[in-house]
């Protein structure tokens, strides 16, 4: 089991530029959660979602942010015009069913926007 | 909706002894509490998690304890090892929720 799949590891992006960062969940997980950690902070929940379904998207930002679970395919947070207060890194986890238990997260995508 | 406060922001132990790192969380429907170990520039790892109808979790060297009562819950780890220094982060959840409320972590410095 190759575990949460994220990539790239590392993005760096110019001011206004579009971001796309993958998530492929662990097999047989078909739920997602992403997370921003902004330096020396805690990690903040942006959103969750099932397959073709977004759940709760309460902590994404309303502008710039949008994120899709295909049928097919991983999971992609897109950062639209992205500015230097989007640098960050952004991690993904999954679960198999509803809900937090055992929660397990990637190794993240380290988005630089220079 | 909920939050989660976490003591202290660094602490700094000599090896052998143990450190105690303390949160408090604000909703009382939070009935999951789970801790991670963070690495620098690692993903944030599971180590020990607790849910609403136990007050205490022991696995070797770590421990939590859950006061529902006060809404705070603690991290022990005993024996402080080189390899304990890390980031640690608790966090809070309503297990029918998907999302995760997370302190803002303990930077642990054990010493040789």
């Known amino acids: 089991n190759a575990g949460v799949m994220q990539n790239p590891r590392h993005l760096v992006r110019r001011r206004g530029q579009e971001a796309r960062l993958r998530c492929s969940p662990m097999?047989?997980?078909?739920?997602v959660y992403w997370y921003r950690q902004l330096p020396e902070e805690g990690l903040k929940f942006m959103v969750y979602?099932?397959?073709?379904?977004?759940?709760?998207e309460s902590g994404m930002p309303k502008e710039r942010f949008s994120a899709e679970f295909p049928k097919e395919g991983p999971s992609i947070l897109r950062i639209q015009q992205v500015v230097r207060g989007d640098s960050a890194a952004y991690f993904c986890a999954s679960s198999p069913v509803t809900g937090v238990y055992g929660y397990t997260f990637g190794s993240g995508t380290r988005l630089t926007v220079v | 909706g909920e939050n989660v406060e976490q003591h202290p922001s660094t602490l700094s132990v000599q090896e052998g002894d143990s450190a105690v790192i303390k949160c408090t969380y604000s909703d009382s429907a939070s009935n999951y509490f789970p801790w991670y170990k963070q690495e620098l520039g690692k993903r944030p790892q599971l180590i020990i998690d607790?849910?609403?109808?136990?007050g205490e979790k022991k696995d070797q060297r770590i421990a939590v304890t859950l006061n529902k009562t006060a809404k705070h819950f603690s991290l022990h780890i005993t024996e402080t090892q080189p390899e304990d220094s890390a980031v640690y982060f608790c966090?809070?959840?309503?297990?029918?929720?998907?999302?995760?409320?997370f302190g803002k972590g303990t930077k642990l410095s054990v010493k040789p």
């Open positions: 097999k047989g997980h078909s739920h």
């Open positions: 966090a809070a959840s309503r297990r029918s929720q998907g999302n995760l409320i």
């Open positions: 607790i849910r609403s109808n136990v």
């Open positions: 979602l099932q397959k073709e379904n977004i759940i709760d």
